[in-house]
């Protein structure tokens, strides 16, 4: 199979080389360098207190379920003194296969509910820090929110779950973990009682229903998140999607990667179309969140691509403050670019690094646990 494979490098090398070639031929040049402004970042010295988060999953599968590992923890870094870990957070545990198709999305919010609050908890007891970087888009994350199809009854008693959660994120009580999974029992035996004490006979989904409420509590840690901390967020994207920003047919980032070989920003703009879009019947329609649908959409953000060193990588900056000017935004960037190494955060790779678990990791955990059972390529 190898042999063949190599075979195939050599008769694809031309096609492969002229795909790229081909890329760069249909990039408009002079549109992307009219949205680039060219800055020579020079702040050598941090003076601001940064913090960053990161979390990581991993899993096993075995034949009867997988079981997984989540984690998340920040880092801060005070000019002068050492980097620090805090609000390190994580959890070991089993999910059934019925949800194989999906079960990384399931750890990815898993892993995001437990960075979010990580995050909250940081900012929380560290009342000085500057900025909080954050790997990714939390206005990505709103566009992209699950919907679930439950009978109303249902929905309208789990909401009360999550303005508990939302209570206690506000008091500063709350454990680094996600409640969905912590509290499975508790919440699928509040909802038989309820049913039974009514004598109501409704059918769902137990799966179904838990990541209703898991969804829920990452809206309701975004919400609280954004309420009280936004001027100090910093969403850093090194590997966007996106292409709104030139309508080409690969992302702006590698638009901007081909085209421009020094340090600067694109034009800075202002989102102001945040609502929740769903394609229902063959038509786009607006839809709520579930819960804080006014708030969640009142949340404008400034968003712009940057290169802090001529070598780095291009990287994608969202703030969740609306209209912010240059001078504001060089001035952010002055210092990340104080507290950068080849072009980005030292801070967020370091949070990576902490908390990343690696195959190697996984085996540990696995083999600690004595775990024997069998996945089912046992004889491979």
Known sequence: ???????????????????????????????????????EFSKE?????????????????YMACFVYAISS????????EKIIKESSAGDITTKTHSNVKSIDSILS????????????DTLERYPEIDYMLMDGSIRGTLMHFPTYTIDSYITNKLKPVAKKIESKLKEGNFPLEVCAVS?????????????????LEIEYDEDTTLRYIESLEQLTCIKVLLENFKEKLVCVSKTSGTNSLYKNNIPDAAVIEYTINESGYT????????????????????????LYNDELKSYNYTLFF???????????????????DRKKIEGILEDLYSASINGYPYILKKAH???????????????YMDIFEKTGRDML
């Open 1 to 39: 199979m190898l042999d063949l494979l190599y075979e195939k490098t050599i008769t694809k090398k031309k096609h492969v080389k002229h795909f790229f070639k081909d890329i760069k031929s249909n990039i408009d040049y002079k549109q992307v360098e009219k949205s680039f402004t060219k800055y």
């Open 45 to 61: 010295k941090q003076d601001k207190i940064l913090a960053a988060v990161d979390g990581s999953f991993n899993k096993k599968k």
């Open 73 to 80: 923890q920040t880092i801060i870094s005070k000019p002068g």
């Open 109 to 120: 919010m898993y892993m995001n509910i437990l960075e979010l609050k990580s995050t909250l």
């Open 183 to 199: 509290n499975r029992d508790e919440i699928l035996s509040y909802l038989k009682k309820d049913m039974n004490k009514y004598n």
């Open 267 to 290: 034009n800075p703009d202002t989102s102001e179309h945040n609502s929740l879009l769903r394609k229902i019947n063959g038509e786009i329609k607006k839809i709520n969140y579930p």
């Open 306 to 324: 940057t290169k802090l060193t001529k070598e780095g990588n291009v990287l994608k900056i969202e703030l969740p403050q609306p209209n912010l």
């Open 353 to 367: 690094d902490e908390v990343v678990i690696k195959e190697k990791n996984m085996k540990h955990i696995i083999e």
